[in-house]
């Protein structure tokens, strides 16, 4: 059986990544499909191929949505027909929405994966951005959690609580200072001190961002799949400012990891 290959670069406007398109003829006895049969299938196969575009290949927030689109599309095409129970076909926009769908669940699972402070953090900007909540609607968050308000205001200093309110700290809280600590960082502190350097133009940036790194230790990973997330809740509210921070974040991660492996001395943040 033959195969075609489509290669095209897309402009420097559009996508950040380059695109192939591999076409190959669809059996002649390829089975129908029932709705219910291609959404399992797609959620089966699909985190499989999420997982390797992020983790190996590496494709930028930006991109995913559309890199996505081709493993996706290979399950439903895989079918001569899928169609709903009354046997109407089911169209390309509902199958490309279910791929979306299972991309929303997989950053989901995603989250789960970090530390309690994170949760708490990515869920409480989520409700509240950085201004100020109620200080009892923080602690029942941070008990589900299993953390404490307290505890991210004392000894993370993620937050400030007082007055009955409380607010997370925004990017401009990350700058370096002598004051500064590295060690046991948070994922969700780890992801702001990296991007608060990156968003630098003094061209150290990604050196800073390495110490991080190092100093975090097998915790650093969790930083780019939360650069991630917050790429895609940001992205969703159209804050083009802080979806293009994180998206940059994930972008320079290569380049971290690398300077990372270059033993250096740390220095204060």
């Not at 291609?38 to 191929?49: G, I, M, N, S, W």
């Not at 949505?65 to 399950?75: D, F, L, N, S």
């Not at 350097?197 to 003094?202: A, F, G, V």
Request: charged share 25%; glycine share 8%; aromatic share 8%.
């Amino acid at each position: 059986m033959s195969t075609s290959e489509l290669f095209f670069e897309v402009p420097s406007n559009a996508l950040a990544s380059s695109v192939v398109l591999v076409c190959r003829p669809r059996p002649e006895n390829a089975p129908i499909a029932t709705r219910r049969q291609f959404l399992d299938a797609l959620e089966a196969e699909l985190p499989k191929a999420l997982e390797q575009l992020t983790r190996e290949g590496h494709i930028a927030p930006v991109d995913l949505a559309q890199a996505a689109i081709g493993p996706g599309m290979q399950v439903y095409s895989r079918y001569r027909r899928v169609e709903t129970i009354g046997g109407e076909p089911v169209p390309v926009r509902e199958a490309l929405a279910a791929i979306n769908r299972v991309i929303a669940e997989y950053d989901e699972r995603a989250q789960g994966d970090l530390d309690s402070s994170t949760r708490f953090c990515l869920d409480w900007l989520k409700q509240n951005g950085y201004r100020e909540g109620r200080y009892g609607e923080a602690e029942t968050l941070a008990q589900a959690k299993n953390v404490s308000v307290e505890e991210l205001r004392d000894a993370s200093g993620l937050l400030t609580a007082a007055a009955g309110a409380v607010k997370l700290l925004p990017l401009e809280h990350y700058a370096p200072s002598p004051q500064g600590r590295l060690g046991q960082l948070t994922a969700w502190e780890g992801t702001f001190r990296m991007a608060y350097h990156l968003s630098r133009e003094d061209g150290h940036g990604t050196e800073d961002a390495a110490d991080i790194y190092r100093a975090m230790g097998s915790n650093a990973e969790s930083v780019e799949r939360l650069a991630r997330i917050l790429y895609n809740h940001y992205d969703r509210k159209g804050d083009s400012r802080n979806s293009v921070l994180f998206n940059n974040l994930v972008t320079e991660w290569p380049g971290i990891q690398a300077k990372a492996q270059t033993p250096a001395e740390l220095r204060l943040l």
